[in-house]
């Protein structure tokens, strides 16, 4: 529950150019899916290896370092 909420927020206060946005997407659309696994006992294992791979999808896409 506490995924689809955030999802939905960032979805709603969504302002990105259209190339990462489109990327963006795609990786919420998996986000929403692993949150709809987590809630099934019998999937929470691969779930939690799919929402691994989806942040490590995150990195390739958006850069967040912080430069001092």
């Known amino acids: 529950a506490v995924i689809n909420a955030s999802a939905k927020n960032i979805i709603s206060k969504c302002k990105m150019e259209q190339k990462q946005d489109e990327a963006f997407h795609v990786l919420l ?34 850069d967040h370092s912080l430069s001092i």
Do not use: C, I, P
């Open 29 to 62: 659309v998996e986000l929403f899916t692993v949150a709809a696994d987590l809630e099934k006992t019998e999937k929470v294992e691969s779930a939690l290896e799919s929402l691994a791979r989806t942040l490590k999808s995150y990195t390739k896409y958006f």
